[in-house]
C-alpha cells in the first residue's frame, strides 16, 4: 500500500517552546492531507484538514493559532504546536488519499507522533 | 452531527469462537462506513469499507441504515486478530475523507 510517514516519532520538549511535526506522503502525491489526535485509551479526533497550496480547514473547537499547518507542497504537510503546554501531549496522527496506480482513494495513516511537554 | 458508538471497549474471545465488534452511528446525510484495525506496534490500516462489500481476513460487515448499525464479524477468530478496531463514518459529501472515529474497541483472541 501506500505510505505515509510522520518526523518525528516522539518528541518531548519543554513548556513553551514550539514543535514540528512533518507528515510526508512517499510514493504519491496528497492534495489533501488530515491531521488527528488521539488521547490515551480514546478514539482519534480530528483536527484539521490540510489543503496544498492553501489554508487548511479546522475542525470546531480546535484553535488554528495554536496549532499551526503548513501544506506547502504535494508530499508534505506540517503540525506546529506553538508554545507548547503539557495539556498539549498526546498522539497526533495523520492521514493522505493515495489515487493511481490500483488504489482508488483509500486513507492511508502515518505511524504517528507522541509529543510529551513537560 | 455525526456520531460513532462502540459501545464495547474490550472484547475476549477463544479461537475458533464467532466474534461481532458492535458499531452504531449516527448521521442524517448519506454515510460511508469503514472499519480500521490496529494491531500491536502498528499503524492504523484500512480493513473494510461498506461500499466494496467485500470480506477481509474473514472479516465481514454489513451496513444496516435501518438500525444505523455496521457492525464487524468474523465466524471463526483466530489469534492474530487481536488488535484495536475502530468503526470511522465518513459522508458522500467530503468523499468519506473527513472521518468521525468510534473510540475503538480491544478484541483479544485466546488460545
Known amino acids: 500500500g501506500a505510505v505515509v510517514s510522520q518526523h518525528p516519532s516522539r518528541v518531548i520538549c519543554k513548556s513553551g517552546t514550539s514543535v514540528k511535526i512533518e507528515c510526508r506522503s512517499l510514493?504519491?502525491?496528497?492534495?489533501?492531507m488530515f491531521w488527528y489526535r488521539q488521547f490515551p485509551k480514546k478514539s482519534l479526533m480530528l483536527m484539521a484538514t490540510?489543503?496544498?497550496?492553501?489554508?487548511?480547514?479546522?475542525e470546531q473547537g480546535v484553535e488554528k493559532d495554536k496549532f499551526l499547518i503548513n501544506h506547502a507542497s504535494l508530499t508534505l504537510s506540517t503540525l506546529t504546536v506553538t508554545s507548547a503546554h503539557p495539556e498539549d501531549s498526546s498522539f497526533y496522527i495523520c492521514?493522505?488519499?493515495?489515487?493511481?496506480?490500483?488504489?482508488?482513494?483509500?486513507?492511508?495513516f502515518g505511524e504517528g507522533s507522541r509529543l510529551t511537554v513537560l | 452531527a455525526q456520531r460513532v458508538t462502540q459501545p464495547e471497549k474490550l472484547l475476549s474471545v477463544f479461537k475458533g469462537a464467532p466474534v461481532e465488534l458492535k458499531c452504531n452511528y449516527s448521521?442524517?446525510?448519506?454515510?460511508?462506513l469503514f472499519w480500521y484495525v490496529q494491531y500491536s506496534r502498528q499503524r492504523l490500516q484500512l480493513l473494510l469499507r461498506?461500499?466494496s462489500r467485500e470480506s477481509i481476513k474473514g472479516f465481514t460487515a454489513d451496513l444496516n441504515k435501518g438500525e444505523t448499525s455496521f457492525h464487524l464479524k468474523k465466524p471463526f477468530a483466530q489469534e492474530e486478530d487481536s488488535a484495536m478496531y475502530y468503526c470511522?463514518?465518513?459522508?458522500?459529501?467530503?468523499?468519506?475523507?473527513?472521518?468521525?472515529f468510534g473510540e475503538g474497541t480491544q478484541l483479544t483472541v485466546n488460545p
Open positions: 461498506h461500499i
Open positions: 448521521y442524517s446525510g448519506s454515510p460511508e
Open positions: 490540510s489543503n496544498e497550496g492553501s489554508k487548511a480547514t479546522y
Open positions: 470511522a463514518l465518513g459522508t458522500q459529501e467530503t468523499s468519506g475523507s473527513r472521518l468521525t
Open positions: 510514493d504519491f502525491q496528497a492534495t489533501t
Open positions: 492521514s493522505a488519499r493515495a489515487y493511481g496506480r490500483g488504489r482508488s482513494g483509500e486513507l492511508f
